[in-house]
C-alpha cells in the first residue's frame, strides 16, 4: 500500500525482546473409540478439545502487516508504522503472548493387514485429521485462512512378497483460502484458492538373508510443486510445503 507495484523499498524493522513474556498453560479433553472390526481390519477415532492460555509464538513481519490489516488480535508492542502516502515506514515484531488458543478436531486412523500366502501380504494405514475449530481469545475460527488447512492426510501401502517389500506413500494437504477479508459486521469472506497439494512417496526394498536391508526410492516422486503463494517472503509457505521437489534417496540397514 503506498508505493508503487513491482517496487524495491527497505524498511525499518525492529526485534525487541518481550520482559513481559509468560509461561504456556494449557486444558485438554480428549475422547477416543478403538475398535477391531476384524481379525484384519481396526480402527480408532479422537475427539480434542485444547485451550492453550498465554500461547508463546514469534510473530513475523507479514503476519503482523496481514494481522494488522485484517483487525486480527496483536501484542500492543508489535506495531506497524506508516508513512503519510500509506507505505510501510517502521515495523516493530518478536516473540509475545498470542493470547489464549481453542483448537478442536477429530483424528481418525485405520489399519489393515491382509496375508494372501505365496501371494505375498499387503498392510495398510490409513490417517486423517480434520480440524473443527482453531481461534484465539474466542475470536473468529481460522481453518481454512492461508496457513490453517482443514484436513490432513496420509495413507501408506506396504506390499511384502518373498524378500522385497513395495511402499507407496499418499501425504494430502487440504486447500486454503488465498486471502481473507473481514467485513464491518465481523463477517469472514474468503478469497482466492490455495488448492490440495497431493504428492506420492514409492520405495521398493529387499531384506538380505543377513539381516541388512537395502531401500531405494524417491519423495515427492513425480515432483509436485508446492502452491505457489507468497508467504513471509518466499514463493511458498516453507513452513506448510516442502519446495525440494523430488528426492531420490538409497539407503542401507543393517540390524544385530
Given amino acids: 500500500k503506498g508505493e508503487e507495484a513491482g517496487c524495491s523499498s527497505q524498511i525499518n524493522a525492529f526485534v525487541i525482546s518481550n520482559p513481559d513474556l509468560q509461561s ?55 506495531t506497524v508504522s506508516r508513512a503519510p502516502n500509506g507505505a510501510i515506514s517502521k515495523l516493530v515484531r518478536g516473540f509475545g503472548n498470542d493470547g489464549s488458543l481453542e483448537t478442536s478436531g477429530i483424528d481418525f486412523k485405520a489399519r489393515s493387514s491382509f496375508d494372501f500366502g505365496d501371494a505375498g501380504r499387503l498392510t495398510t494405514n490409513f490417517m486423517l485429521s480434520h480440524i473443527i475449530d482453531y481461534s484465539t481469545d474466542g475470536g473468529r475460527n481460522f481453518v481454512r485462512d492461508p496457513e490453517v488447512p482443514q484436513r490432513r492426510m496420509n495413507l501408506t501401502n506396504v506390499y511384502s512378497i518373498s524378500d522385497f517389500d513395495f511402499t507407496w506413500n499418499l501425504n494430502l494437504i487440504g486447500h486454503q483460502y488465498e486471502d481473507v477479508e473481514i467485513l464491518e459486521n465481523g463477517t469472514r469472506v474468503g478469497e ?65
Fill in 24 to 78: 504456556e498453560q494449557s486444558k485438554q479433553i480428549a475422547l477416543g473409540l478403538v475398535y477391531q472390526l476384524t481379525d484384519n481390519i481396526d480402527f480408532e477415532i479422537d475427539y480434542y478439545d485444547t485451550e492453550i492460555t498465554n500461547r508463546i509464538r514469534a510473530f513475523s513481519a507479514q503476519y503482523i502487516i496481514d494481522a494488522t490489516d485484517r483487525g486480527d488480535a496483536l501484542p500492543e508492542a508489535f
Fill in 192 to 256: 482466492g484458492n490455495i488448492p490440495t497439494w497431493v504428492t506420492h512417496d514409492l520405495q521398493i526394498a529387499y531384506n538380505t538373508e543377513w539381516n541388512g536391508k537395502f531401500s531405494f526410492g524417491a519423495q515427492n516422486a513425480f515432483g509436485k510443486e508446492p502452491p505457489l503463494v507468497a508467504s513471509g517472503g518466499r514463493p511458498y509457505n516453507f513452513d506448510l510445503y516442502s519446495g525440494f521437489g523430488r528426492i531420490m534417496y538409497f539407503n542401507y540397514k543393517q540390524s544385530f
